[in-house]
């Protein structure tokens, strides 16, 4: 089993939907996790932490589910400039810097 | 502000030849790293300096060499290209080695080995 795990989509969706995605991590001992974004050819850039009481950044909601292992990300009102892949990044460890990452999920928003 | 810079774009190599990848920053970062990203997998840690002055292995080291030449450089050698070295290298840095520094990454190397 893969260490994160991740659904490669693509998941297609209208302009101003509401998508949804998980990220399942197989350590019980990770400590921190990311959404990170990556557009098409482009570089990966932080999205936003994911915090254990779930946190929103507008139309951004990440939640955690540590007794099921997984990180989800949901997009409401979604738009065009969504489109991209989202990578979930977690940490192995207490003591272990290495970030593991997944392979990313790619959404593609309709007009 | 450029941020993190890598050269060059784009490198077609053919096996056995070797080069060197070149990386700055300009925020004065502390930590820096090399990555690479292949299709279908996540991005792997190759090399990583914590610090100037030091270097460790990430998770897939062989064939690779770092050089943390100063506190904004960090260089990545291949001394001998093979053909499942052909990927998209990214170098990024963070303020420290911690999980609440973001890594800023740079644009990115896609490398080719024939």
């Known amino acids: ?111 | 502000n450029a941020g993190v810079t890598q050269t060059p774009k784009f490198q077609v190599l053919k096996t056995g030849q070797s080069m060197t990848l070149q990386c700055a920053q300009d925020m004065n970062h502390n930590s820096m790293y090399w990555y690479r990203q292949d299709p279908g997998m996540g991005l792997r840690l190759i090399y990583y300096s914590a610090s100037e002055g030091t270097t460790d292995k990430g998770e897939v080291p062989n064939g690779y060499n770092v050089s943390r030449l100063n506190k904004r450089e960090f260089s990545l050698r291949l001394e001998s290209a093979a053909p499942s070295q052909t990927s998209v290298y990214f170098c990024a840095s963070s303020v420290a080695l911690n999980y609440n520094s973001p890594l800023h990454f740079g644009n990115g190397t896609r490398l080719t080995v024939t």
């Open chain 1, 1 to 111: 089993r893969k260490e994160v795990e991740q659904d490669p989509g693509p998941f297609n969706v209208p302009e101003g939907a509401t998508v949804a995605f998980n990220c399942t991590y197989s350590n019980s001992a990770s400590q921190s996790f990311f959404w990170y974004r990556q557009d098409c050819r482009k570089e990966p850039k932080l999205l936003m932490s994911v915090y254990s009481s779930g946190n929103e950044d507008g139309r951004f909601t990440a939640q955690l589910n540590r007794a099921s292992q997984y990180i989800s990300l949901l997009i409401r009102d979604s738009k065009l400039s969504d489109s991209a892949t989202y990578l979930c990044v977690v940490t192995p460890g207490a003591s272990n810097y290495q970030l593991i990452w997944g392979a990313g999920t790619k959404l593609i928003i309709k007009p």
